[in-house]
């Protein structure tokens, strides 16, 4: 017997019910409030199958949760999931596969095909996890960037140093694969219930090492600080990669293969060059660019909670905001990092980047997220495959000069950003982003429609969000790298349209957005390469 109860239920009375991380519970008083609630008997063994928190009402802030019970325990299904059962039988000796990158993409996609026999090779530009946090660490210090090494580019790719969000927009049945994969190598078991699930940079990095830890046991070669750097195309099909040394450039390796997983990240650029030179079929797309707004992050707890926003329960609160404006653009909030910190996104030299990161506790002072607005090619200024690229380097060139030393940002308080003058003096929020802010007029740096946009959409979003305009909360620019400024166009089997063999996969290629998505893409791609490979 198997039954699913959805209740609404009383904040006052959930905070009474058991606390743990996981899905499973067998609390008596649990079964018997439900039971209570829905007038049946249960079964014994209780599973939460989903839980939200629902404050339209601030006096009356409520749990929805929705709870599985049935006669068997749920220990076994829940916390040992069969995971990556194989998908075609065939003969694999021979094959050779190469996964570029080890973002979501490129590690699901690698699990993936290794539970089929294939044993990938998987190359990574930048280094393994625990490195690369070091070298985060010491841009944070003392502002010295490595370009192989950095919030981009590393084992994880650049999710790793987010917020890390695991909910997305994408209806896909490979979403709960995913999560109970991330559960496996170390996630907290509360992902698999709760409609927002988020682990965290702490978490996430553990997660990551513990995944390709598992791979290499299973035969996946993984090659750190190895860069992709050509491509031999044969009558259309690809024959072979070379991989070389990421910073100098040397000691390449030529390995034939059948086929290329191409998960390499939205910020790869030079290997998009690289490939466009070698024939493989990519465009331009619009994507977006803006800020990072930095509120107290006890101030979006209030707007959100009323007088409640002290209870553990529902804090640190988030949110998630867009309005039109009167210039035809949208504003709009993206990765929004409760309880984190700005930091430095930078892949290139003399560039500055911003993004949001945040812990599994997302306990520190202030919150923030990505300001948005939409670009194309009439901002890029041409529609040739790179503008968006060009359009990129432009701004964040920028934000390093107005940033004026190591990486240092530029930022402005927001009651100075609509008077358009340069910060003097901060006010209640501090700005978070390391190594260092420059104080600046925003105005100098963004794109006149994006600064004009930024301008009236921070006003109406008030509306939404008291206090989201506060005067005192803090703009750090720029925001480049929400997403991919390019598409790899790829066909309906997956594959390159201009060379077979290529499978373009996640938010490099302009397939995705976010860790999930790049992770049920990654899965998708590595199930059409097999099908291929045993047809």
């Known amino acids: 017997m198997q039954t699913d109860i959805q209740l609404s239920i009383p904040l006052s009375v959930y905070e009474k019910f058991p606390k743990s991380d996981s899905a499973y519970t067998d609390h008596r008083d649990v079964r018997a409030y439900f039971e209570k609630k829905s007038h049946k008997r249960l079964p014994k063994y209780c599973c939460f199958l989903k839980k939200s928190i629902d404050a339209r009402h601030k006096n009356d802030i409520r749990v929805v949760l929705t709870a599985r019970f049935q006669d068997t325990d749920f220990r076994d299904e829940i916390e040992d999931p069969c995971l990556f059962a194989p998908k075609s039988e065939g003969d694999m000796s021979g094959k050779r596969v190469v996964v570029c990158g080890s973002g979501p993409a490129g590690l699901f996609a690698a699990a993936t095909l290794s539970s089929s026999g294939l044993q990938p090779i998987l190359l990574e530009r930048g280094?393994?996890?625990?490195?690369?946090?070091?070298?985060?660490?010491?841009?944070?210090?003392?502002?010295?960037?490595?370009?192989?090494?950095?919030?981009?580019?590393?084992?994880?790719?650049?999710?790793?140093?987010?917020?890390?969000?695991?909910?997305?927009?994408?209806?896909?049945?490979?979403?709960?694969?995913?999560?109970?994969?991330?559960?496996?190598?170390?996630?907290?078991?509360?992902?698999?219930?709760?409609?927002?699930?988020?682990?965290?940079?702490?978490?996430?990095?553990?997660?990551?090492?513990?995944?390709?830890?598992?791979?290499?046991?299973?035969?996946?070669?993984?090659?750190?600080?190895?860069?992709?750097?050509?491509?031999?195309v044969v009558d259309g099909k690809l024959v072979s990669i070379t991989h070389c040394a990421s910073f100098s450039g040397e000691d390449s390796v030529k390995i034939p293969c059948d086929a290329l997983v191409l998960a390499i990240g939205h910020s790869a650029r030079d290997t998009f060059y690289m490939l466009a030179e070698k024939g493989v079929n990519i465009e331009m797309k619009p994507f977006a660019v803006g800020v990072r707004i930095e509120h107290l992050q006890e101030d979006i707890d209030r707007s959100q909670f009323g007088e409640m926003y002290q209870n553990e329960i529902l804090r640190p609160a988030n949110y998630k905001v867009v309005t039109a404006t009167s210039t035809g653009r949208k504003l709009y909030s993206f990765c929004m990092c409760p309880g984190g910190e700005v930091v430095c996104g930078s892949s290139e030299e003399n560039g500055v980047v911003t993004n949001g990161m945040s812990e599994y506790a997302r306990d520190k002072?202030?919150?923030?997220?990505?300001?948005?607005?939409?670009?194309?090619?009439?901002?890029?200024g041409g529609s040739d495959w790179n503008a968006g690229i060009l359009f990129q380097q432009e701004l964040e060139k920028k934000a390093y000069s107005k940033g004026e030393k190591d990486y240092f940002a530029p930022a402005q308080r927001v009651g100075d950003f609509h008077e358009h003058k340069k910060t003097e003096k901060w006010g209640k929020v501090t700005p978070s982003y390391k190594p260092g802010v420059t104080m600046s007029n925003l105005w100098d740096i963004l794109p006149l429609e994006v600064a004009k946009t930024l301008d009236e959409g921070l006003a109406q979003l008030d509306k939404k969000i008291r206090g989201f305009n506060d005067p005192d909360a803090v703009l750090t620019a720029v925001e480049t790298r929400s997403s991919s400024p390019v598409r790899i166009r790829r066909s309906e089997t997956g594959e390159s349209i201009s060379v077979s063999g290529i499978y373009p996969t996640g938010e490099g290629a302009g397939y995705a957005g976010g860790i999930m998505s790049s992770a049920i893409d990654g899965i998708r791609q590595a199930e059409v390469l097999l099908d291929k490979l045993f047809s």
């Open 127 to 232: 280094r393994d996890v625990d490195s690369r946090t070091t070298d985060i660490e010491r841009l944070k210090k003392d502002g010295m960037l490595d370009i192989c090494s950095n919030v981009q580019f590393g084992e994880g790719g650049a999710g790793t140093f987010s917020d890390g969000k695991l909910f997305s927009g994408v209806s896909d049945p490979r979403r709960d694969l995913v999560l109970r994969t991330f559960v496996k190598y170390g996630a907290p078991k509360s992902i698999l219930y709760e409609s927002h699930p988020h682990i965290g940079t702490d978490y996430l990095r553990k997660v990551i090492r513990n995944m390709r830890e598992d791979l290499v046991k299973r035969g996946v070669k993984v090659l750190f600080e190895r860069k992709l750097c050509d491509i031999e």
């Open 365 to 380: 002072e202030n919150a923030n997220s990505a300001m948005l607005v939409g670009v194309d090619e009439n901002d890029f």
